[in-house]
């Protein structure tokens, strides 16, 4: 009897650090790439309204089906993972979590997710359908194209906006969807810089995409898109458009929140050497987490409060 307990002490044990395996690998710390989500909610005035709940289940679907693209990516990518400095790490790379249960669980997590999209609103669904599709041929062949291995990944941040957006059946300014593509190339070039710089002679080997870039190139890449970032969202908070949707001149107040959190993010990167991973850089860089919740707390009291003329 006391051997039998403690044989199913064991199997708990092992079953909680498989499932602690699969939550890691599906990178719950990335899911902050998942709020751009929100951005129709917030700039269609509905924030306080029931549409939250139709946008928070956009939310927990596109972090579902992300991170079932984790898994794949994962298990494709596990032998080059391992000569990673920290990418050997995780589960699957580090032979923690079997390669069969992190198939059937992506799997089981996309059938899933697509059957809950469906269900929230079949235009929702098909944005949802082709953000797997996109992440998917991303893997398979378009990370291997340079140049068009970020314009895919900003997509990825464009499909999400636009899938909050459908989810809530509202229209989402195209201004925000410019906004969003640029500051997501910001990011990814950033993160390839990094890499590039600091995997030095093993960066083709472990992304091969890396060979075909330079510091230079890259650095030229920045400067083209930050500059671009900047003013696009400075002529959406003053158009005309906006003035008269909001009621309220008071928009272009928050740009030096926007100016602050790219020079910070820049400073980090060229100076501090970070960057390799841009939603863990938000989480634990104190003062650009707390000029973006700054930011959001602005958007929201100007577009939400009283007009202003």
Request: proline share 5%; hydrophobic share 55%; with cysteine.
């Amino acid at each position: 009897m006391p051997r039998a307990a403690s044989t199913s002490a064991i199997t708990l044990s092992g079953s909680s650090r498989l499932a602690w395996a699969v939550l890691v690998s599906l990178r719950p710390r990335q899911w902050v790439k998942n709020l751009f989500v929100f951005g129709g909610l917030v700039f269609a005035q509905r924030l306080f309204t029931w549409s939250v709940w139709p946008a928070l289940a956009a939310f927990v679907i596109f972090c579902g089906l992300s991170g079932a693209i984790y898994l794949f990516n994962d298990v494709a990518d596990r032998d080059k993972d391992r000569l990673h400095p920290r990418k050997r790490e995780r589960p699957i790379a580090a032979g923690l979590l079997p390669v069969p249960l992190a198939l059937v669980s992506a799997v089981v997590l996309i059938l899933a997710g697509l059957v809950a999209a469906f269900a929230l609103s079949p235009r929702f669904a098909a944005v949802a359908l082709a953000y797997v599709g996109l992440l998917t041929l991303y893997s398979a062949v378009l990370k291997h194209v340079v140049i068009v291995d970020v314009l895919t990944v900003a997509i990825g941040f464009v499909l999400r906006a636009v899938g909050g957006a459908l989810a809530i059946d509202v229209d989402i300014s195209g201004w925000l969807l410019i906004c969003t593509i640029l500051i997501a190339l910001f990011l990814a070039l950033g993160k390839r810089r990094y890499e590039y710089l600091t995997l030095e002679g093993d960066a083709a080997r472990h992304r091969p995409i890396l060979a075909e870039y330079s510091a230079g190139l890259l650095d030229q890449m920045i400067a083209v898109v930050t500059a671009s970032t900047v003013t696009a969202y400075a002529l959406y908070t003053m158009a005309p458009e906006t003035v008269a949707k909001f009621h309220t001149h008071l928009l272009p107040a928050t740009l030096p929140f926007v100016l602050y959190g790219i020079f910070r993010y820049l400073y980090l990167l060229y100076r501090r050497q970070l960057g390799g991973n841009p939603s863990e850089l938000l989480l634990n860089d104190r003062a650009l987490l707390i000029n973006t919740i700054g930011w959001m707390v602005a958007v929201v009291l100007i577009i939400y409060g009283a007009p202003v003329r």
